[in-house]
């Protein structure tokens, strides 16, 4: 019931002047390595991240880019996104967003997504405040 509520929310907020679909997503897992101190360990994180996957045509900070996932609740855009045309010029079934040690990949057909951190460990940032993860989940069209 909570996820039709938000999702009623987020289509009244995200759809006008909206002129491509929007997505509501939501993380199922998450593990990746924590450092403890003297060596990195396999760990399980929490998965509160929800996210909204949007058009970009209109938003000044994503100028370029097809698509911004945000995080629900915040103004802030999490990934800028492309979604590159197939060789016949229909969209492809995937689009990636990010960069070097960031990134969310996400599916139009599975509506599935993973988000990976890789900053923190290949910097030798050996803490607990970069620790590398990946983390899947799925999304609700809006």
């Not at 988000?115 to 999304?139: L, R």
Request: hydrophobic letters at 35%; a positive charge; aromatic letters at 10%.
């Amino acid at each position: 019931m909570k996820r039709l509520l938000l999702a009623a929310l987020l289509i009244s907020v995200t759809a006008p002047g909206a002129s491509a679909e929007s997505f509501l997503c939501v993380a199922d897992y998450s593990a990746g390595f924590k450092w403890n101190g003297k060596t990195w360990e396999p760990a399980r994180f929490g998965v509160e991240q929800k996210y909204v996957i949007a058009d970009a045509t209109n938003d000044a900070r994503a100028v370029g880019y097809t698509h911004i996932v945000k995080d629900i609740g915040s103004n802030r855009v999490a990934h800028r996104c492309t979604r590159k045309p197939l060789p016949d010029g229909k969209p492809s079934g995937q689009m990636a967003c990010g960069g070097m040690g960031y990134g969310f990949i996400f599916n139009f057909e599975t509506l599935r997504f993973n988000e990976v951190h890789t900053i923190g460990y290949i910097d030798g940032d050996d803490s607990n405040e970069n620790t590398p993860y990946m983390t899947i989940g799925k999304c609700t069209k809006l």
